[in-house]
């Protein structure tokens, strides 16, 4: 959708900026619609801590390769509005047990339509005290993805998906038919853009809505859950909900915090890192004037590092200031648990007063000690003052009388929320800039609720 308005921008920094950014992520701007995904049989079927107190613990679990061919990971998908979402013919799943014979984390790559930009998508599986399965954000039931579901030995009782955003509702559908005696459940106000399509057109059937904190579910008193229902910021609501496994006291939720792991997830292919680590149009644009080599990409640990930390900065900002040598800013995003300058700039900036009453409903009533969001890292080793730290700027949105966090944590989250809610100020330039220009035209709201000074 950013790439989209850019065209018609009439301001040529914002244009040059995002031309150079067709790699960017649209994620976060909700259900957009180009077509269907079809999954089809494949004819070869016979054949370290960064904070003093958060860090990455995603090799916690054991990881299960799956030893089959590719053709177990084939799957069709060239939908999305205006980039469809790849990879097109092939996702591998990656599984990892985070807690024994309870939580399980399944991966799928994600790119960005035909750009070099990837990242992962995260599935979290929990398997209730009933001894069946409830599944959180699906992803893409390739027949390798339903073979490691199945290899569980527990049947799936609930799918639920989380938020409004299309890389998430696309799959749902097509995971639900594998489960068919499954309910789904999805977050309310589901909308789509540029036509709002109500969710049979996904393949979304007898869905029931998620309530703010809904006691008569049936894994109520497992897994507790928050709303946040945002007014519109623009073309629609923002919408997720966050959810609470009390016996693990586990977080999970879909887009609100990140965590960028200084290494790339596993799941990304090495073809995927290597064609971002090649100097393209982008990487001219953002250069800063330097003179940018046109060797060949060698197939190093180096340049599928370099491939990762570019993905990074163009998911985060868009516009980074600078491609050509990514490590500077990459290593003030990474490893700290933060919000994504996109959310923060274009959605919770805009509704801090409803993001804020979110944030202290989870903080004072869920006492978690780790968070599952569904991109980068997880499991997140993180306490409830971490989870404030990242949304720290809403301090200065809202002003010291709306602050409620307990007073115990008051001063250390503030002093973390520094450093948590810091993003590079050149890096920001473009994401900035396009914000203004959403606003100009009213395409975003310059505030929902918040400031009334």
Request: proline share 7%; glycine share 6%; hydrophobic share 45%.
């Amino acid at each position: 959708m950013a790439a989209a308005i850019a065209v018609s921008s009439p301001n040529p920094t914002i244009l040059q900026n995002l031309i150079a950014i067709r790699d960017s992520s649209s994620g976060f701007f909700g259900g957009t619609l180009s077509g269907f995904s079809f999954q089809l049989k494949s004819r070869s079927r016979k054949r370290d801590i960064s904070t003093l107190v958060v860090a990455s613990s995603s090799a916690a679990g054991d990881i299960t390769r799956s030893s089959k061919s590719d053709s177990g990971r084939f799957y069709l998908n060239f939908t999305g509005f205006p980039f469809p979402l790849g990879p097109f013919l092939n996702r591998r799943t990656i599984r990892t047990e985070v807690v024994k014979g309870r939580i399980w984390l399944f991966e799928q790559e994600q790119a960005l339509g035909f750009s070099s930009v990837s990242t992962n998508i995260r599935m979290t599986v929990i398997k209730l005290k009933s001894g069946g399965l409830w599944v959180h954000a699906p992803i893409a039931p390739t027949k390798e993805c339903i073979q490691l579901v199945k290899e569980l030995a527990a049947p799936v009782e609930y799918i639920i998906l989380p938020t409004f955003a299309y890389e998430h509702k696309i799959f749902v559908g097509p995971f639900s038919r594998k489960f068919p005696r499954a309910q789904i459940w999805v977050a309310p106000r589901q909308w789509s853009w540029p036509l709002n399509l109500p969710l049979a057109f996904f393949g979304i059937f007898r869905a029931k809505t998620l309530i703010d904190e809904d006691l008569s579910t049936l894994w109520a008193d497992e897994i507790e859950q928050k709303v946040l229902s945002s007014p519109e910021v623009g073309i629609g609501p923002y919408v997720e909900v966050a959810f609470y496994h009390k016996p693990s006291r586990t977080l999970l939720v879909t887009d609100a915090v990140i965590f960028v792991p200084r290494k790339p997830p596993e799941c990304i292919s090495k073809e995927s890192l290597l064609a971002s680590a090649k100097n393209g149009l982008a990487v001219k644009i953002l250069s800063k004037g330097k003179e940018v080599p046109q060797e060949p990409v060698v197939d190093n640990p180096m340049n599928q590092q370099k491939g990762w930390e570019r993905m990074v900065l163009q998911i985060l900002f868009l516009g980074p200031s600078n491609l050509l040598e990514p490590n500077a800013s990459f290593a003030q995003m990474s490893q700290k648990l933060i919000v994504s300058p996109i959310v923060k700039t274009l959605v919770f900036s805009k509704v801090p007063e409803k993001v804020r009453d979110w944030i202290d409903r989870i903080v004072c009533d869920w006492r978690f000690r780790r968070i599952i969001p569904a991109h980068f890292a997880a499991p997140i080793n993180a306490s409830r003052s971490d989870f404030l730290a990242a949304f720290a700027f809403l301090d200065d949105l809202l002003g010291e009388r709306y602050v409620t966090r307990p007073s115990l944590s008051l001063l250390f989250t503030s002093l973390m929320g520094k450093a948590a809610s810091y993003f590079p100020p050149d890096d920001m330039k473009t994401l900035s800039s396009l914000d203004e220009f959403l606003v100009s035209v009213g395409a975003v709201k310059k505030t929902v609720s918040g400031q009334k000074r």
